[in-house]
């Protein structure tokens, strides 16, 4: 049994004053009298409001309110309850930073380097800083990597205004020793740590479906009831399962159905009245930021699958609906594993000894590190991401067991039923391909827009008219467009390239395979440039740290890349134990082997099935092919030439003289050239309006195009 509770260590820090109190009711000398205020308070409980009560009598003339946020809709609440319960005009920072300096205001952390502008000249020691959600933030910088091109600035930049404000309330229904990390700097300040004791959900009914078939029926009861519900789930693909499959079963009931991922662009703004009387069903693009509240109690599904978020995340998908009548929850089975570190201080040795072996690697200079600041920073950068991190392998020793923890913890009565079983695999299969038609008639209804031809004699009138129903357009398929900003391919190739526009993972996976025809040089340079803007321990795991360690090997064993001929080479000199076990750790691949021309050749294929993303030798982009030969059904492996031309091919729309690209393995392996001309043939005029979230800014130039991609999507919601 592997199971391993959380750690509380926070419960127990010393030199702090904390009340315990059984309602959220906080006393505004408690804010008076103490600079850095935390609520630790349960999902549910109103923490915004109350904090909106508070700030509204705690703020003197001279001072300003500044709120920090993870998610848009998040900032969409805050703006609309702060109104509400403290009269407070928060400006939003969607509409303009010009304001912040002399107002309040509310700003998303991917956009807060807007506040560093010197035209502005924002001074932060008048500030009140508030950041709800805290621990959301905080995995918004150590585990999401949408951000790792400006994090390190951003980071820096965030640090100095908790140093810097004049008071800093946190808040969030988790409170743990990473809160504590993050505001280290703010030194000799009077703290409190108000706790709030109330079961939002005492005595609220958990229903644990063992059987996915009686989870459906349950769904299909509530429909065929007209019992409206939110249902809440960790997987895109699989809420869009249920949605779809359902509507199917219930055509006359269609327009009562809502679908929020992170693939349709849905303003929430006012989740009361734009969730009431319809079946609501979501991914993780809504964990927190939305409370839906109305006096009939409804009840709430939640489905785990793919465990793509942590048990809190789950958890906090649970509560967007704030009167439940009863929770139903169905969790997929999973293989606990055993967490290698018996505790904080075995993973962070582990991690700092990782990141100076990867130094000495890449012959890493500390420069950087000679600024103090920038030196704690990464010091506090380092502790919030091994504690997110070992939280994070605790969740795997028992990831369901973690999850009802947390529904135990604030009062709901678990009740289980049925027997462990799964929905007829059929069914997924047929929605599976249902999808795909789908996904294709919304790319052509997209492709014939975006590709609209302009007459040549059109008068200002038609073509403003033609402009704005691109713009309607690209409302309705935001990502759509910001992929094809990213890959540029012409019309008459299009259909070419489908599931690159429609599948995200197919999309990330062809960027994963790029990076091994990327040259030496570039590799190089890249890593060391992402220093600037990253921090060495994201750097470890990324996958230009693997590309590299991938080069070793090969150099070492003098193999050239994609060649599985194994034969030839000579095993005497031996890799390094340090150097197998730094393999071992980044690529989380604990059997990588180099003893023997077998076990060289399964590791060498096995590293690289890592860096292109690829989970079987059956996935659409696996560069590499396996076939069963002979009696004893030895295994044969082989390149995947045609998935390589095809890749290439792809990639020469948006980068036709392939720069940066090791031109020499490209012909070898595709017998494709880099283009040596620009053509001159003129293109037809089209309309392409570039999507409205395209905020790309602060990059330097060694950002790639799916960096920037990456970024630009923070900005949907």
């Known amino acids: 049994m592997y199971y391993q509770d959380?750690?509380?260590?926070?419960?127990?820090?010393?030199?702090?004053?904390?009340?315990?109190?059984?309602?959220?009711?906080?006393?505004?000398?408690?804010?008076?009298?103490?600079?850095?205020?935390?609520?630790?308070?349960?999902?549910?409980?109103?923490?915004?409001?109350n904090v909106g009560e508070i700030l509204s009598k705690l703020k003197k003339p001279n001072?300003?309110?500044?709120?920090?946020?993870?998610?848009?809709?998040?900032?969409?609440?805050?703006?609309?309850?702060?109104?509400?319960?403290?009269?407070?005009?928060?400006?939003?920072?969607?509409?303009?930073?010009?304001?912040?300096?002399?107002?309040?205001?509310?700003?998303?952390?991917?956009?807060?380097?807007?506040?560093?502008?010197?035209?502005?000249?924002?001074?932060?020691?008048?500030?009140?800083?508030?950041?709800?959600?805290?621990?959301?933030?905080?995995?918004?910088?150590?585990?999401?990597?949408?951000?790792?091109?400006?994090?390190?600035?951003?980071?820096?930049?965030?640090?100095?205004?908790?140093?810097?404000?004049?008071?800093?309330?946190?808040?969030?229904?988790?409170?743990?020793?990473?809160?504590?990390?993050?505001?280290?700097?703010?030194?000799?300040?009077?703290?409190?740590?108000?706790?709030?004791?109330?079961?939002?959900?005492?005595?609220?009914?958990?229903?644990?479906?063992?059987?996915?078939?009686?989870?459906?029926?349950?769904?299909?009861?509530?429909?065929?009831?007209?019992?409206?519900?939110?249902?809440?789930?960790?997987?895109?693909?699989?809420i869009e399962f249920f949605h779809d499959n359902l509507i199917k079963l219930f055509p006359e009931q269609k327009d009562k159905f809502l679908l929020i991922t992170s693939k349709r662009k849905f303003k929430i703004t006012d989740a009361n009245s734009q969730f009431k009387d319809k079946y609501i069903f979501y991914s993780p693009s809504v964990k927190t930021g939305v409370s839906f509240y109305i006096e009939t109690a409804q009840k709430q599904f939640i489905y785990i699958g793919e465990k793509s978020i942590t048990p809190i995340g789950n958890y906090q998908q649970t509560c967007r609906t704030r009167n439940m009548k009863e929770l139903i929850y169905y969790c997929t089975d999973q293989n606990p594993t055993e967490n290698k570190y018996m505790s904080l201080t075995d993973l962070e040795n582990a991690y700092k000894k990782m990141i100076e072996r990867n130094k000495l690697l890449n012959d890493m200079c500390l420069n950087i590190n000679k600024n103090d600041e920038l030196e704690f920073c990464e010091n506090s950068f380092f502790k919030l991401f091994c504690y997110e991190e070992y939280l994070r392998r605790i969740y795997r020793t028992g990831y369901k067991q973690h999850f009802e923890n947390y529904l135990v913890e604030?009062?709901?009565?678990?009740?289980?039923?049925?027997?462990?079983?799964?929905?007829?695999?059929?069914?997924?299969?047929?929605?599976?391909?249902?999808?795909?038609?789908?996904?294709?008639?919304?790319?052509?209804?997209?492709?014939?827009?975006?590709?609209?031809?302009?007459?040549?004699?059109?008068?200002?009138?038609?073509?403003?008219?033609?402009?704005?129903?691109?713009?309607?357009?690209?409302?309705?398929?935001?990502?759509?467009?910001?992929?094809?900003?990213?890959?540029?391919?012409?019309k008459k190739d299009i259909e070419n390239y489908i599931m690159f526009y429609t599948d995200e993972h197919i999309l990330k996976k062809y960027y994963g395979i790029l990076n091994l025809f990327r040259t030496e040089e570039y590799i190089k340079e890249k890593i060391n440039n992402k220093k600037q803007n990253n921090f060495y321990v994201k750097i470890l795991f990324d996958i230009l740290t693997k590309i590299n360690l991938l080069s070793q090997v090969e150099k070492h064993y003098k193999i050239e890349r994609f060649n599985l001929n194994m034969k030839d080479i000579i095993i005497d000199k031996k890799l390094s134990d340090e150097f197998i076990n730094l393999c071992k750790d980044i690529f989380r691949l604990d059997d990588l082997k180099f003893d023997t021309k077998e076990n060289i050749k399964d590791s060498y294929i096995s590293m690289i099935k890592n860096i292109s993303g690829s989970k079987?030798?059956?996935?659409?982009?696996?560069?590499?092919?396996?076939?069963?030969?002979?009696?004893?059904?030895?295994?044969?492996?082989?390149?995947?030439?045609?998935?390589?031309?095809?890749?290439?091919?792809?990639?020469k729309y948006s980068n036709p003289k392939l720069k940066n690209m090791n031109c020499e393995l490209i012909e070898k392996q595709t017998g494709i050239k880099p283009e040596l001309e620009e053509k001159t043939e003129e293109p037809k005029r089209e309309i392409t309006v570039k999507p409205e979230n395209d905020k790309s800014t602060y990059f330097n130039k060694w950002a790639d195009e799916y960096e920037k991609y990456k970024y630009d999507k923070t900005f949907k919601f």
């Open 410 to 490: 604030n009062g709901f009565n678990i009740v289980r039923v049925g027997d462990k079983d799964k929905l007829d695999r059929h069914i997924y299969e047929v929605f599976k391909m249902e999808k795909e038609l789908k996904d294709a008639e919304d790319f052509d209804e997209f492709k014939k827009e975006i590709f609209e031809e302009i007459k040549e004699d059109i008068t200002d009138e038609e073509l403003e008219e033609q402009m704005k129903k691109q713009e309607e357009n690209i409302k309705k398929y935001p990502i759509l467009h910001l992929r094809h900003n990213l890959l540029q391919v012409p």
């Open 63 to 238: 001072e300003r309110i500044l709120s920090v946020v993870n998610l848009i809709s998040l900032a969409r609440e805050q703006i609309k309850t702060f109104k509400e319960v403290g009269d407070l005009d928060l400006l939003d920072y969607q509409d303009g930073t010009g304001g912040f300096e002399v107002f309040d205001g509310v700003i998303c952390i991917n956009s807060l380097l807007k506040l560093s502008d010197p035209i502005l000249n924002i001074k932060f020691d008048n500030v009140i800083l508030y950041i709800d959600e805290i621990d959301d933030l905080i995995k918004s910088f150590t585990h999401n990597d949408s951000l790792d091109i400006v994090l390190k600035p951003v980071f820096v930049f965030l640090i100095y205004i908790i140093k810097t404000c004049k008071k800093l309330i946190l808040s969030d229904a988790t409170i743990n020793q990473n809160t504590l990390n993050l505001i280290s700097c703010r030194r000799n300040k009077k703290e409190i740590l108000i706790k709030n004791t109330n079961k939002k959900f005492q005595s609220v009914q958990a229903t644990c479906c063992n059987d996915e078939n009686i989870f459906l029926d349950k769904l299909k009861e509530c429909i065929k009831n007209k019992e409206y519900f939110l249902f809440g789930c960790d997987l895109c693909t699989k």
């Open 616 to 651: 079987s030798y059956k996935d659409e982009l696996s560069l590499i092919n396996v076939n069963r030969v002979g009696k004893k059904r030895t295994r044969e492996y082989k390149i995947n030439s045609m998935v390589m031309k095809n890749i290439i091919s792809l990639l």
């Open 6 to 49: 959380l750690p509380n260590e926070f419960l127990n820090v010393q030199n702090k004053k904390i009340i315990n109190q059984s309602k959220l009711d906080i006393e505004l000398i408690n804010f008076e009298e103490n600079d850095t205020i935390i609520i630790n308070s349960g999902t549910g409980t109103s923490k915004t409001r």
